[in-house]
């Protein structure tokens, strides 16, 4: 099993960047697809972005050219660039692994999470 443990959630205004961290342990992360996801207060949890084992990026439709996952497997660490931000984005982002396999943005086939980092845009 793998712990993940996310980082660089705060409050920022629109418009500004953040960086938010997911560091693994228990295991290597180079046999492991990773995702990040969000959920807001009353929203289902959804797929922001992955990065899978073969080194192939999926982003959601609302922060594609916005946002870029990137993946350290030597550091056992993915992390989330997130630019231009918008009071939508806000959130508690959740960092997500499953063992490598056929891609998914579907929550229910991630089986290691993070505890989440709130982000929270200010207009």
């Known amino acids: 099993q793998v712990q993940l443990v996310e980082s660089g959630g705060r409050l920022v205004q629109a418009g500004d960047s953040l960086r938010l961290s997911c560091v693994a342990s228990?295991?290597?992360?180079?046999?492991?697809?990773m995702g990040w996801f969000r959920q807001a207060p009353g929203k289902e949890r959804e797929f922001v972005a992955g990065?899978?084992?073969?080194?192939?990026?999926y982003y959601t439709d609302s922060v594609k050219g916005r946002f870029t996952i990137s993946r350290d497997n030597s550091k056992s660490s993915v992390y989330l660039q997130m630019n231009s931000l918008r009071p939508e984005d806000t959130a508690v982002y959740y960092c997500a692994a499953r063992y490598a396999g056929a891609w998914s943005t579907n929550p229910q086939s991630f089986k290691s999470w993070g505890r989440g980092t709130q982000v929270t845009v200010s207009s």
């Open positions: 228990g295991r290597t992360l180079s046999s492991y697809d």
């Open positions: 990065f899978s084992w073969s080194s192939r990026t």
